[in-house]
């Protein structure tokens, strides 16, 4: 009878611990997206409140969960780096600790949507944790909180050697320089962009070393400089800390920086949920310019939604990126231009979309004519965008243009246009469609650190429409970019103003159709 006990206890200490072990339980999506169905978790069960669960990458699975039939419980809850979960119409109370984990690079980390329909919840009994690596070894970078509540100091007591002073900065628009810019051309208003004091624009967000710091706000965005790579994690303990539902960014435009808007009206605000935002909403921006502008810690890349198409999307409307990007990633802040008068910059909940872009669209049957040119040296390059698109004028529009912004890093090459009226610089230089025939000369401005050897290239276009030109008014040669896609030139340090000149001649109906531009496939 005492050998039947002791084996009857040393069962159920394995039974016991057996289930202790075993109840990590793993989305594995096998089946559909139903959290409720046993067939989609690694033990073939739904999980239960003394279950950890964890929402792995789902790049590789045949589901995500999105939905479930009935409310959903769990004891600590982790999602993965590219990891996806929405919860949609029920509730999710996770009665330990939900932590949403970034890679230790640039890449896309855990998202969460609480989708913002009746009945939606997420109830944590523990603490919320959200995770982002940054990459400011050194660098600056855009950055904003998906989290309520969070302190500056989180990022100025970053240091990882404990020797350095972490930078961490607002951008004030409404700051004043005196005396004002009083630049009349493209090329002094991008001079004196960095050599008047509205670098001053940029303010110290904490309360100086040793003091407390200051609580962020929500959709506000931050630029955030260390000494190494470092992840933060942002946490809360309460169970609304999460950034949820439609939440509204004040943007103003102060008029008070010279005759030109080029200077005015910039806002640094920042995708506020834990999950990636997408990029469609600017299409119908509000109170804002189409164009965001991203830093990626060595240059600025431009995203115009306006007048994407189907074929020639991202080469048409994005600057110093490839690929096809349609989302703003969790913890990433941007650059917005406002309007004469300011107002807000809506984020929508409906446009919260699971993205695997890393840190730093929907599609129209419209054919936009354009040409991209990039300048390149050893190591570094710009882009710049010409192109001919319906509504457009020949001054800046803020639905279809992107301004050039300066950078302070001299070895950078840079490349721009200009707007033939007003003279602003511009990244992306949009010009009227439709008129036959109707020729444009666009000054084409180059800058570079040093004399030397240089490379422009076409690296994308679609000229069926138009013909495009490059005069290099220096040597006097003229290069027709349907045939030429790579110019070697030597440039003097500094700006190149009227070294080039861009022609551009919308055909429209009259094409010219030669042997030179027909091609025949089998």
Known sequence: MKLLKIISFLLLVTVFFGLNLNSQNIW????????????????????????????PDCTSLPNIPERSGTDMVCNNLTIKPGGQLTVYRKI???????????????????????AGEEGDKIIVDGTVSFQ????????YQYVSSPIKNVSSSLFTNASTSGYFNPNFYSYNETYDCNPDPVSSSAIEK???????????????????????????????????YNDADVTINYSGNTENVLNNGNI????????????????????????????????????????????????????????????????????????????????IPAGQAFFVKAKP???????????????????????????????????????????????????????????????KLPVSNENIPQIFTETLNTFEPLAINSLPAGYENNVFNIPLTVKVKQNGNFQIS??????????????????????????????NV????????????????????NIDITKNNINIYP
């Open 248 to 327: 509204s960014v004040n943007v103003t435009n102060t008029a008070n920086d010279g005759n030109s808007g080029y200077y005015d009206g910039w806002n640094l605000i920042g995708n506020p949920y834990p999950s990636a935002y997408d990029f469609a909403t600017v299409r119908e921006p509000g109170d804002v310019d189409s164009t965001i502008y991203l830093w990626n810690g060595t240059n600025y890349i431009y995203y115009n939604y306006n007048g994407n198409t189907e074929d020639y999307s991202v080469s048409s409307y994005v600057v110093n990126e490839s690929g096809t990007y349609n989302a």
């Open 190 to 224: 991008y001079e004196q962009w960095m050599n008047t004091d509205l670098v001053n624009a940029w303010e110290e967000y904490h309360n100086g070393e040793g003091n407390s710091g200051i609580n962020l706000i929500t959709g506000q965005g931050y630029v955030f």
């Open 458 to 487: 076409v690296i994308d276009d679609y000229l069926f429409e138009c013909n495009a030109f490059l005069t290099d008014n220096y040597t006097g040669e003229t290069f027709d970019l349907k045939k030429t896609k790579t110019i």
């Open 490 to 509: 030597n440039l003097n340090q500094g700006l190149n103003d009227n070294r080039f000149t861009v022609k551009m001649q919308y055909l429209a109906s």
């Open 92 to 114: 999710l109370h996770v009665y330990g600790n939900l932590i949403i984990e970034s890679p230790d690079n640039s890449n896309a980390s855990g998202s969460l949507i609480e």
């Open 132 to 139: 982002r690596f940054y990459s400011v070894n050194n660098r």
């Open 341 to 403: 008068g300011g107002g807000t910059f809506d984020f929508s909940q409906r446009k919260r979309i699971h993205s695997n872009q890393a840190m730093t669209k929907k599609t129209t049957k419209n054919i936009i004519n354009f040409v991209k040119f990039r300048i390149t040296d050893d190591d570094f390059s710009d882009e710049t965008v010409i192109r001919f698109i319906e509504n457009a004028t020949e001054d800046y529009d803020g639905a279809y243009d992107a301004y």
């Open 28 to 55: 594995t999506g096998s089946s559909d997206n139903y959290w409720n169905t046993s067939a989609n978790w690694s033990l073939n069960r739904v999980p239960l409140s003394s279950d950890d669960v964890i929402i």
